[in-house]
């Protein structure tokens, strides 16, 4: 028997288990002390009462032998995809329900998809970016190439004509520096990529968080992303189900390749080895898109984006240079005095009792800076902040 010798390169630890870690060895020295996290992405607001109220009533139907469902459509209920594409309508895309894709999560699709692709692929990667879209093709043993995400391009790169990349990684909102591309910017990675025969995986996760009505939501915005980008997106940051788990992929109808049809392949692999998301999850999920539910999620967003402009307005006053935080959740900022990722976290945690993310955990490129996230609660959020404001 033999074992995937991929897994040999992958660093030891993901980078939030290392984080949890390190968390857990500081508790039980200091049990006393007490520990507010601006670090992993989670969600601290309950979902919305619209959400629940659909949840709640679908879950009971499961007991009742006239309501009940058991496996269903295998690209999602109707209900659910009509939601999602009237979703999309808000910002002027309209996708055809068959290119329409229910899933359990970003994160899922985002591995998975991959099983579309051979593994003779050169993968190109913003660097500093989210561990999965690196991690996922180090295991398929794939060639990454890197693109540097640096302040002078606002952690924003764009493609290189004489670079060549078979799968490209974008997210936008982007995860960790919170930076959002412009139409025309996206307009140039489309045109790349429909040149290069490359397909673009883009990673809309964060997209309810875009105010400027000039930035995109959608890389289906762009003329010509059809033929090039499969668009990821999930509900966990836009309604709360990070722990309902419930998300979509658009694989249109156009995107072909080597003479196959990548929504037919999309289609064929989940029905192999996807049995849906629950009928309660995708009825609350649908929910969430209605005119009360989406109400209810910005008023829920509302308060992530209050504690994000207050941390910004720390990190200002403070004099710590730093991005995001304005279209995302997430704010991106220099380590202070020159210190490494980890030392800035071993310091926050010993002087302020606050935990963050180390910046190299998402690429060499983060080496020196950290990432603050604004989901906590306005509450744990303002103490954190001037905890930090005092140590700074």
């Given amino acids: 028997m033999k074992i995937n010798e991929n897994y040999r390169s992958l660093e030891t630890s993901y980078l939030f288990s290392q984080v949890a870690a390190k968390r857990a060895a500081y508790e039980k020295a200091h049990p006393d002390q007490r520990i507010l996290s601006l670090g992993i992405g989670d969600v601290t607001r309950p979902l919305p009462e619209p959400v629940t109220r659909a ?29 999602i594409q009237s979703y999309y309508r808000r910002f002027g895309v309209d996708i055809p329900l068959s290119d329409l894709f229910v899933s359990d999560g970003a994160k899922c699709d985002l591995g998975n998809l991959l099983d579309l692709f051979d593994a003779d692929n050169t993968v190109l990667i913003p660097d500093p970016v989210y561990p999965v879209y690196r991690d996922t093709n180090q295991m398929a043993g794939r060639r990454i190439s890197y693109l540097s995400a640096v302040p002078e391009n606002d952690f924003l790169p764009m493609p290189d004509p004489e670079q060549k990349a078979d799968i490209i990684y974008l997210c936008s909102p982007n995860n960790p520096t919170g930076n959002v591309y412009r139409k025309e910017q996206l307009s140039e990675w489309v045109d790349y990529a429909n040149r290069q025969g490359a397909v673009i995986l883009f ?98 967003l ?8 207050l941390m910004h307005r720390v990190l200002k006053e403070a004099g710590v240079w730093h991005t995001g935080g304005v279209h995302s959740p997430y704010l991106w900022m ?26 190299c955990g998402f690429g060499a490129g983060g080496e020196g800076f950290f990432r603050l996230t604004a989901f906590g609660t306005p509450e744990d959020t303002a103490e954190a902040m001037e905890r930090i404001r005092r140590m700074l």
Avoid at 55 to 62: N, P, R, V
């Fill in 203 to 300: 990673d809309a996760a964060y997209e309810a968080f875009v105010t400027d009505p000039s930035l995109p939501h959608s890389i289906y915005e762009i003329e010509g992303a059809r033929t090039c980008a499969i668009e990821v997106c999930s509900l966990s940051k836009t309604a709360g189900f990070t722990g309902t788990r419930c998300g979509y992929t658009v694989v249109p109808g156009e995107l072909i390749r080597d003479g196959l049809s990548l929504r037919s392949m999309w289609l064929r692999r989940q029905t192999t080895k996807f049995n849906g998301v629950s009928y309660p999850v995708q009825k609350a999920a649908a929910a969430a898109f209605s005119e009360e539910g989406l109400a209810a999620c910005r008023k829920i």
């Fill in 55 to 83: 949840f709640t009533e679908a879950a009971a139907g499961q007991g009742d032998p006239a309501r009940f469902h058991g496996y269903g459509p295998e690209q999602g209920y109707p209900f659910l995809r009509e939601a």
């Fill in 334 to 359: 220099k380590c202070p005095q020159g210190q490494s990722s980890w030392e800035f976290f071993d310091r926050l945690l010993e002087q302020a009792q606050v935990i963050g993310t180390p910046g």
């Fill in 302 to 309: 509302s308060v992530y984006q209050s504690n994000a402009r």
